[in-house]
């Protein structure tokens, strides 16, 4: 059984910063793409930052300059570099990847997501 666990949001005021991890677990063989996404009330899940499995990255227009997102293959982890943060960027903070578990054929790629964290930032 494959889970992803985010940790690292919380209240943070106006333009300061909270990093985000998210690790993977369970009988994995690979991991391809691995993203964020956020939802804030009465939105739609929005993609803000994905990284490949080879390390290039991209960001939403919304994000970029502001977050960096990294990953740790050797402990299946991805982080999310959060700074100056704006009101705006108040949501759930979702973990998303690309996962082949061990056993499947290299083609067997599912998509998983963790249980999400919340972000909050006060003006």
């Known amino acids: 059984q494959v889970q992803l666990v985010e940790s690292g949001g919380g209240l943070v005021y106006s333009g300061g910063s909270l990093r985000l991890s998210c690790a993977a677990s369970?009988?994995?063989?690979?991991?391809?793409?691995m993203r964020w996404y956020r939802q804030a009330p009465g939105q739609q899940r929005e993609l803000v930052a994905a990284v490949t499995s080879g390390g290039s990255t991209d960001y939403s227009d919304s994000v970029k300059d502001r977050f960096t997102i990294s990953r740790d293959n050797a402990k299946n982890a991805v982080y999310l570099q959060m700074n100056s943060l704006k009101p705006q960027d108040t949501a759930i903070y979702y973990c998303n990847a690309l996962i082949i578990p061990d056993g499947s054929k290299w083609w067997q790629e599912y998509d998983y997501w963790g249980r999400g964290t919340q972000v909050t930032v006060s003006s």
């Open positions: 369970g009988s994995i063989f690979r991991i391809e793409a």
